[in-house]
C-alpha cells in the first residue's frame, strides 16, 4: 500500500486491501472455496472483495477473513496499544 493513504478514499483503501488478501491468500496456496468453508462467508463475498467489486466489507467480515488464512493476530496492528504518556510517567514519579 502506498504510504500516503490520506490521500485516498476508503473505498479505494478497501479495494488495495482486497487485492492484498487475494495475494496473500494464493502465495498461501488456500482456494476462495476453502476461505468460503472456514470462513463461513460465500465465494461470491471472497471473489467480489478481492476483485475490488464490493468495497462495503464489514469488520466482522474481514476478521473472518483473517482468521482463515491464519492472519488474525494481523488485526491488532489496526489499533495497537500506545505507549503511557509522558505525563502519566511523571505523575507516577512523583508520587
Known amino acids: 500500500m502506498d504510504i500516503d ?3 485516498k478514499s476508503g473505498t479505494e483503501i478497501i479495494r488495495e486491501l482486497g487485492k ?4 496473500y491468500r494464493r502465495k498461501m496456496g488456500i482456494t476462495q472455496r476453502e476461505v468460503a468453508e472456514r470462513s ?6 471472497i471473489s467480489s ?3 475490488g467489486s464490493s468495497t462495503g466489507i464489514t469488520l466482522a467480515s474481514l476478521v473472518k477473513l483473517l482468521r482463515a488464512i491464519g492472519f488474525l493476530e494481523e488485526i491488532g496492528k489496526l489499533l495497537p496499544d500506545l505507549p503511557e504518556s509522558p505525563r502519566s510517567l511523571f505523575m507516577k ?3
Open 5 to 7: 493513504l490520506y490521500e
Open 20 to 23: 492484498r488478501y487475494g495475494i
Open 40 to 45: 463461513g462467508l460465500s465465494v461470491f463475498t
Open 49 to 51: 472483495f478481492e476483485n
Open 93 to 95: 514519579q512523583n508520587r
